[in-house]
C-alpha cells in the first residue's frame, strides 16, 4: 500500500511577530502617524477635563440675611475683602447682597469694581467702573441711562436679597425689624403718605 502522498501546509506566521509589523507599517506612515498623535491629544484632553470638573469649589457658607440701611462709606466695607467675604451692591439707590455671585462682583472678579460701592452710573453708561463720590445722585444720566439703570435694578431685586437703602448725606436709616415686611416700593410709600396727609 502506497502512501498517502505528503501534503505540505504553510507554516502559520506568527501573530506577535504580524502584529509588529502592522504596527511598525502604520507608524512609519507620515498621514497614520500623525491621526496617532491627533487622537492621543484629543483623548488627553477629554480626560483632562473630565478629572477637572470633579474640583469643584465647595459651596460658601450661609450667611445670615443683612437687612439695614448704609451709607456709601459702610457700603465700602462689603467689597468681599473681609472674613466673612460678603459682597454688597447699591443700585438705583438701593443696597443688594450679592455675595451668591462673589466670583462675579468679590475680589478678582469682572465685575470686582462694583463690590462694595455704588453701581448704578457704571451700570447705565455700560462701564465696569464705580462713582467715587460720597453720593451720586445719577441727575446727569439721560433718559435712556436712567431707564437701564431701573432694569439693573429689578434683575437685581430678582437674583439677590435686598439689604436697605442707599443712604443721601444727612439721611437717617431706616430701623428694621425682624416682622416688619420688605418696603421697598418708594412710590407705595409716597401714595401712603398722601392719603394720611
Known amino acids: 500500500m502506497e502512501s498517502p502522498p505528503e501534503i505540505k ?3 502559520a506566521e506568527n501573530p506577535s511577530g504580524a502584529s509588529s509589523n502592522f504596527f511598525y507599517d502604520f507608524l512609519t506612515s507620515p498621514v497614520e502617524l500623525l491621526l496617532t498623535v491627533v487622537i492621543g ?3 488627553y484632553k477629554l480626560l483632562k477635563s473630565r478629572f477637572s470638573r470633579v474640583s469643584v469649589e465647595a459651596p460658601a457658607p ?3 440675611k443683612l437687612r439695614k440701611d448704609m451709607a456709601v462709606a459702610e457700603l465700602r466695607q462689603y467689597d468681599g475683602t473681609q472674613p466673612d467675604g460678603r459682597v454688597l ?3 438705583n439707590g438701593w443696597i443688594f447682597d450679592v455675595t451668591r455671585g462673589r ?3 468679590g475680589p478678582g472678579g469682572p465685575y470686582a469694581a462694583f463690590g462694595g460701592k455704588d453701581a448704578s452710573r457704571g451700570l447705565a453708561t455700560f462701564s465696569v467702573t464705580s462713582s467715587d463720590k460720597e453720593y451720586d445722585d445719577l441727575s446727569d444720566l ?3 441711562e436712567m431707564e437701564s439703570v431701573k432694569e439693573w435694578e429689578a434683575q437685581f431685586r430678582e437674583k439677590y436679597d435686598l ?3 442707599l443712604l443721601k448725606p444727612g439721611e437717617e436709616p431706616t430701623n428694621y425689624s425682624d416682622e416688619e415686611p420688605e418696603d421697598t416700593d418708594t412710590s407705595a410709600a409716597n401714595t401712603t403718605d ?3 396727609d
Open 9 to 11: 501546509v504553510p507554516e
Open 41 to 43: 491629544v484629543l483623548v
Open 62 to 64: 450661609e450667611l445670615p
Open 89 to 91: 451692591v447699591a443700585v
Open 103 to 105: 466670583r462675579f462682583y
Open 142 to 144: 439721560n433718559s435712556m
Open 163 to 165: 439689604v436697605g437703602k
Open 194 to 196: 398722601k392719603k394720611e
